[in-house]
């Protein structure tokens, strides 16, 4: 065999070595690690589609307490139209809604009643604070209203105002629409009243 010959077939030798060496990284990385690495990018991305597919179609309950709810029933018509965020479906059963927007002041006799609502709505469900008296008693500082309706059923997204108008109302529904999104995915923790 000639030199050529013979340092042609050293490289070819050490080329195989390090191909094979290369494979065996690869396998050992793919056993070690893949497994997981699907399941989690898996588990992920179809939290997220399902966030997303939650966030576009929240159904608030048929409820109002007091003034704030003139504005909540604007926000569905077709000047505000919250269709466009998907939250127009107003359910008059809370079987069926996934939203219950308290606007209004919750008095301690219908603080029981809320909570009975809250109750049979299903999992998934949020709650929004519309107005200074749900979120805090507003101007009612007084024995019979319940100061802040947090002390009742968890709130995710609190709406300032007296009354908060309809495109507060909508802002709000974005961040909550954004707070669905961003735990989407993750796991869900009980929420617990203030
Ligand atoms: S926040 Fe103002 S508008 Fe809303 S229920 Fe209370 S008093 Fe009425």
Same mark, same amino acid.
């Given at each position: 065999?000639?030199?050529?010959?013979?340092? &042609?077939?050293?490289?070819?030798?050490?080329?195989?070595?390090?191909?094979?060496?290369?494979?065996?990284?690869?396998?050992?990385?793919?056993?070690?690690?893949?497994?997981?690495?699907?399941?989690?990018?898996?588990?992920?991305?179809?939290?997220?589609?399902?966030?997303?597919?939650?966030?576009?179609?929240?159904?608030?309950?048929?409820?109002?307490?007091?003034?704030? &709810?003139?504005?909540?029933?604007?926000?569905?018509?077709?000047?505000?139209?919250?269709? @466009?965020?998907?939250?127009?479906?107003? @359910?008059?059963?809370? @079987?069926?809604?996934?939203?219950?927007?308290?606007?209004?002041?919750?008095?301690?006799?219908?603080?029981?009643?809320?909570?009975?609502?809250?109750?049979?709505?299903?999992?998934?469900?949020?709650?929004?604070?519309?107005?200074?008296?749900?979120?805090?008693?507003?101007?009612?500082?007084?024995?019979?209203?319940?100061?802040?309706?947090?002390?009742?059923?968890?709130?995710?997204?609190?709406?300032?105002?007296?009354?908060?108008?309809?495109?507060?109302?909508?802002?709000?529904?974005?961040?909550?629409?954004?707070?669905?999104?961003?735990?989407?995915?993750?796991? @869900?923790?009980?929420?617990?009243?203030?």
């Amino acid at each position: 065999m000639g030199l050529i010959e013979e340092a &042609a077939h050293i490289f070819d030798e050490k080329i195989e070595d390090l191909k094979k060496n290369v494979q065996d990284e690869l396998a050992a990385f793919d056993a070690q690690y893949s497994g997981a690495m699907y399941d989690s990018i898996l588990t992920t991305k179809l939290g997220k589609v399902i966030g997303w597919a939650q966030k576009n179609a929240l159904w608030p309950a048929t409820f109002g307490l007091a003034c704030c &709810a003139i504005e909540m029933m604007a926000m569905a018509n077709s000047r505000w139209d919250a269709a @466009r965020f998907g939250a127009e479906v107003f @359910r008059a059963s809370p @079987r069926q809604a996934d939203l219950m927007i308290v606007s209004g002041r919750v008095s301690q006799k219908m603080a029981p009643v809320l909570k009975l609502i809250y109750d049979q709505m299903p999992e998934p469900k949020w709650v929004m604070a519309m107005g200074a008296c749900s979120s805090c008693g507003g101007i009612f500082n007084n024995y019979a209203i319940v100061q802040g309706v947090d002390r009742v059923v968890p709130v995710d997204v609190y709406v300032p105002g007296c009354p908060p108008g309809p495109e507060a109302l909508i802002y709000g529904i974005i961040k909550l629409q954004e707070k669905i999104m961003n735990e989407a995915g993750t796991p @869900r923790s009980r929420k617990k009243v203030a």
